[in-house]
């Protein structure tokens, strides 16, 4: 988005004052400076003063709280991007981490008779025979009610908040013209990818609003998990459901983390964990498709030890090839092949600049010896994922989105099959996966087909070769050949250069003004005041002016 795109509307500029000032009182207001927002965009100083950081804020506050207050404020599309920063430990430290978990998805209910009059307009008509107009949850983008369709199948129906769209809509894309400030004005942000991180959070907040993308997720578990005796998913009324309504089947049962209620109903913890196991291997393995927010209270058990897993808003997806090294990662830790381990984990990262990957074997290495013999009732998964993630960080390294969520849902897939059975051995569950994948990945027909593909790429490239290599030939004799450079910050540097010339001219021109003003009195000609003529009295005064002029434009550079 274009930084001077969001002048279009009254209403934006006044939200990115908003934005301004809600960061200045949190104490994010040499960030404000450094992005040279104000000087982007000086309207937005013209509507109101921008208020300075709230005195109340104490200096003990920590800075990953105060970015947690400040989303706060800020409202619904920046406390979900403070989730989602959440899941990143690769990018934000621990303590930001720790912190932006507390930013829970919840906001005032509105009218359950306005959610089913929003149903009825959106499908077309009255589905349901029963609703209760009191949500059984309710949270900034969507709330859900209980219902039961016309046939009577007890149903949750998620309905989307009225004006939410266009709410969300809008702060996305400021949120893109302050990554893109961000990414050109702070060094120190820009290894991170602003922009990137920005547009990623875009992509899946426009997937969170259409319910048919969450819709399709479910139905693929459901079909995923078809005819199991141990895991069940929510069947989709599609009828029922369109962008804005979302209607499931009910799945009852008792949260996986209620380790008295289950041992009353006589599951088995034991089992329930091996299941529990067995499905998630089978999301990471099989299907390359898993659920992403695994917390206990999206993992039900009905009496008979049956799983329900609920809430697909939120999924990952694993390519072929990244399959293939979670395969062999999963081999290398049962042989013990330290080394095959650090090579893999350079292979999946992404250095942000460049490294020393020497260093970051060493540091992987050590950190695998400090876990690897530690038995599963000794680990803890929390701790040791954000030990990954601290290696990755100080090497700057940023995995694959998909990467961070995965080992987000082990960590908390491990964490509850720890509680429920101390003894529970991943390694037991996972050796039929493992060695099933490496048999199907290496079967000839397989190999075959990925041998065919890559010849095919590289004689696709022998062909286009020759007339390649003939193209930049002759247009290096007729030097017409030319080789681009970006230098960052180079638009910053011009923008300095046009404004020390326009005071440079404006210098000159004072300076003529004077010299021209001395002379006319000097030569007293012209009408006089005294003995002093009229026209250098008038230079004089425009001199002044325009020396005036270029103090405060000085003071008011120096100020951003």
């Known amino acids: 988005m274009s930084i001077f795109s969001i002048a279009k509307t009254y209403r934006s500029l006044r939200r990115m004052k908003e934005i301004v000032q809600v960061l200045t009182r949190h104490g994010f207001g040499h960030v404000v400076a450094q992005m040279n927002?104000?000087?982007?965009?000086?309207?937005i100083s013209r509507i109101g003063k921008i208020s300075q950081i709230d005195p109340s804020l104490a200096p003990k506050e920590t800075l990953a709280l105060r970015a947690?207050?400040?989303?706060?404020?800020?409202?619904?599309?920046?406390?979900?991007?403070?989730?989602?920063?959440?899941?990143?430990?690769?990018?934000?430290?621990?303590?930001?981490?720790?912190?932006?978990?507390?930013?829970?998805?919840r906001a005032a209910p509105f009218s359950g008779e306005e959610a089913r009059e929003?149903?009825?307009?959106?499908?077309?008509?009255?589905?349901?025979?029963?609703?209760?107009?009191?949500?059984?949850?309710?949270?900034?983008?969507?709330?859900v009610h209980d219902a039961r369709l016309k046939d009577g199948t007890r149903v949750v129906v998620k309905i989307k908040r009225p004006g939410i769209d266009e709410i969300i809509g809008r702060d996305a894309d400021l949120l893109e013209v302050l990554a893109g400030l961000a990414e050109e004005y702070v060094p120190d942000l820009r290894p991170f990818r602003p922009l990137v991180l920005v547009e990623e959070f875009s992509r899946q907040l426009k997937?969170?609003?259409?319910f048919t993308f969450?819709?399709?997720?479910?139905?693929?578990?459901?079909?995923?998990f078809e005819g199991s005796s141990e895991v069940r998913c929510p069947d989709v009324f599609w009828k029922a459901t369109c962008r804005n309504v979302l209607t499931l089947g009910r799945i009852e049962g008792?949260?996986?983390?209620?380790?008295?209620?289950?041992?009353?109903?006589?599951?088995?913890?034991?089992?329930?964990?091996?299941?529990?196991?067995?499905?998630?291997?089978?999301?990471y393995f099989e299907e390359g498709l898993f659920h992403a927010d695994p917390h206990p209270g999206n993992i039900l058990v009905d009496g008979d030890g049956v799983i329900g897993l609920i809430d697909f808003g939120m999924t990952g997806h694993l390519t072929d090839e990244f399959r293939s090294q979670l395969g062999h990662v999963v081999a290398a830790v049962g042989t013990r092949d330290l080394a095959l381990l650090a090579d893999l984990a350079t292979d999946l990262g992404v250095f942000k600049e460049p490294v020393d990957e020497r260093g970051f074997k060493i540091d992987l290495l050590e950190l695998l010896d400090m876990y690897?013999?530690?038995?599963?009732?000794?680990?803890?998964?929390?701790?040791?994922?954000?030990?990954?993630?601290?290696?990755?960080?100080?090497?700057?390294?940023?995995?694959?989105?998909?990467?961070?969520?995965?080992?987000?849902?082990?960590?908390?897939?491990?964490?509850?099959?720890?509680?429920?059975d101390p003894g529970f051995s991943l390694k037991a569950v996972a050796d039929p996966y493992t060695t099933e994948f490496l048999k199907q990945w290496l079967?000839?027909?397989?190999?075959?087909?990925?041998?065919?593909?890559?010849?095919?790429?590289?004689?696709?490239?022998?062909?286009?070769?020759?007339?390649?290599?003939?193209?930049?030939?002759?247009?290096?004799?007729?030097?017409?050949?030319?080789?681009?450079?970006?230098?960052?910050?180079?638009?910053?540097?011009?923008?300095?250069?046009?404004?020390?010339?326009?005071?440079?001219?404006?210098?000159?021109?004072t300076a003529s003004v004077v010299v021209g003003s001395s002379i006319l009195c000097m030569a007293r000609s012209g009408p006089l005041v005294g003995d002093v003529p009229v026209m250098g009295i008038a230079g004089f005064m425009v001199a002044a002016m325009l020396g005036l002029g270029l103090i405060l434009s000085s003071v008011r550079k120096q100020g951003r």
């Open 372 to 420: 690897f013999e530690l038995p599963l009732n000794a680990l803890d998964p929390a701790e040791a994922f954000g030990a990954v993630m601290r290696v990755a960080r100080r090497n700057n390294i940023l995995f694959p989105r998909d990467f961070v969520l995965l080992g987000r849902s082990l960590m908390m897939v491990l964490e509850t099959c720890r509680k429920l």
């Open 118 to 143: 929003i149903a009825k307009r959106e499908l077309g008509g009255e589905p349901f025979s029963e609703f209760d107009p009191v949500p059984r949850a309710s949270g900034s983008i969507a709330q």
């Open 37 to 43: 927002l104000l000087g982007q965009l000086p309207l």
């Open 214 to 224: 969450e819709a399709s997720s479910t139905d693929r578990f459901r079909r995923m």
């Open 443 to 509: 079967k000839p027909d397989r190999v075959f087909s990925q041998f065919h593909r890559m010849s095919w790429n590289v004689a696709a490239l022998l062909k286009r070769l020759p007339s390649d290599l003939r193209l930049i030939m002759s247009q290096v004799k007729s030097g017409n050949a030319r080789v681009r450079m970006r230098l960052e910050g180079i638009e910053t540097l011009e923008r300095n250069l046009e404004h020390a010339g326009g005071r440079v001219a404006a210098a000159i021109v």
């Open 254 to 283: 008792v949260n996986i983390g209620e380790a008295g209620k289950l041992r009353e109903s006589g599951v088995d913890p034991g089992k329930l964990a091996m299941s529990l196991g067995r499905a998630f291997l089978k999301q």
């Open 68 to 105: 947690r207050l400040a989303l706060e404020e800020l409202g619904p599309t920046f406390m979900k991007l403070g989730q989602v920063l959440s899941q990143r430990p690769d990018v934000v430290g621990d303590a930001f981490v720790k912190e932006f978990k507390k930013l829970q998805d």
């Open 207 to 210: 997937r969170e609003l259409d």
